[in-house]
């Protein structure tokens, strides 16, 4: 059976972590667009971002989500966004089926932690079986090779079980 990691990334931390997830596991990306993004910069990023996780919006995605049928392992990526996961995910997780799949988290976040985030997934996603989780605190290029070694014991230890 196949894995499929799905992730949101605003500014490219959760993208970095996904891509190293993804060629360590041989998986499938979707990385989730919003039809709309919210600014990039300053103070209207952290007003229109917070404000979409705080109301737990549902924001219109440009992908069409596949059917999860083919996948036993779906692991999901996200920033923490007003300790919360990002609207995109909102949208993804009320659009599929997932019943008894294998799922796993990955997080980047600013320093806050995504301990709650994590728990707000996995109340939203009952009915399955939480195999693993992961965060990093705004991950950059410059950290590759330790970020590297860190995703593949990860692995080894949650997801290859
Ligand atoms: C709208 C918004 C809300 C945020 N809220 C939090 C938060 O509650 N706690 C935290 O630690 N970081 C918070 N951050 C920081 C991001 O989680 C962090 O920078 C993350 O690495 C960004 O990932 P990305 O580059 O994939 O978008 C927030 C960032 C934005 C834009």
Redesign the pocket.
Known sequence: MKSLIVF?????????IADIIGNNLGSDLLELKPEKE?PKTGFK??????K??IFKEKPNLQNKIPSMDEYDTIIIG???????Y?PPINTFISSVQMKNKRIAFF????????KKCFEKLEEALKGNTFIGEIE????TENEREKVTKEIKDWITKYLEK
Not at 8 to 16: D, I, R
Not at 78 to 84: C, F, I, Q, R, S
Not at 136 to 139: A, N, Y
């Open positions: 949101y990334s605003l500014e490219g931390h959760t993208k970095f919210i990023k952290y007003f229109w971002g917070g979409s996780a996200t920033p923490v966004w007003a300790g919360t990002a997080a980047c976040h600013g320093g806050g932690g995504a990093f605190k705004d991950p």
